[in-house]
């Protein structure tokens, strides 16, 4: 049972490289979401999905974009990396709608560092 | 929209020792409230969690955490701590019902030996 899962797990870019992070859920979930983890500043959400095709902007969205192309797939691109973007990356999936289940499954994150 | 907040952003403790770690939310309707955890090298994973009925909720590992409404409070409890309870904890709450979570800034917990 894979659960979530992230790809890469770790990436060093160079400022102004693009690059994309692939998040994969096995449970069939409908919501997915990415978030940012940052020292002293806990999570952040970047960008979320409600249902394949539909995306939107969390808390930190600029310099990001996603997509959903298929239900269980989640992608969060960097078109053009800053050292600000240097961070901990993590996706998370949800069954449906908050108040039937209020557990979100995270995956393990990906390591992305910015020169 | 709800908010939350955490007191200590690093605690130490030996083992045996008893944890106790703040959490208060703002107001904003109905409250459902969580803890997450993260062990070292690890993804966050459900601690426990309110969304009604009794106040004191029980959670894995011998954590649990109270909900007092008046204090708009969430503090996680746990008696006796181990070494491998050393992890970041984080309180959250959710800011709508499409399952957006508000995260803590998180207290980062060691334990020793």
């Known amino acids: 049972n894979a659960g979530v899962t992230q790809t890469p797990k770790f990436r060093v870019l160079k400022t102004g490289q693009s690059m994309t992070l692939l998040c994969a859920q096995d449970?069939?979930?409908?919501?997915m979401y990415w978030y940012r983890q940052d020292p002293g500043m806990g999570l952040r959400l970047i960008h979320y999905?409600?249902?394949?095709?539909?995306?939107a902007k969390g808390e930190v969205p600029d310099g990001y974009n996603v997509s959903r192309l298929k239900k269980q797939n989640f992608l969060l691109g960097l078109e053009s990396a800053a050292p600000s973007q240097t961070s901990v990356y993590f996706c998370a999936s949800t069954k449906g709608r908050f108040s039937n289940t209020g557990e979100l499954f995270f995956g393990e994150g990906s390591r992305l560092t910015v020169l | 929209a709800q908010s939350v907040s955490q007191h200590n952003h690093h605690v130490i403790l030996s083992e045996a020792a008893s944890l106790e770690l703040g959490c208060n939310y703002s107001?904003?309707?109905?409250?459902?409230l969580f803890w997450y955890v993260q062990y070292p090298g690890q993804h966050l994973q459900l601690l426990l969690k309110?969304?009604?009925?009794?106040?004191l909720v029980k959670g894995i590992k011998g954590f649990e955490a109270e909900f007092i409404k008046s204090k708009f409070s969430f503090n996680l409890r746990k008696p006796s701590v181990q070494w491998s309870d050393t992890a970041e904890y984080f309180c959250a709450v959710p800011t709508d019902s499409w399952g957006k979570l508000q995260f803590g800034a998180g207290t980062q917990v060691v334990v020793t030996p």
């Open positions: 999905s409600v249902g394949e095709g539909t995306t």
């Open positions: 107001y904003g309707g109905t409250v459902n």
């Open positions: 449970m069939n979930h409908e919501y």
């Open positions: 309110y969304f009604s009925g009794d106040p």
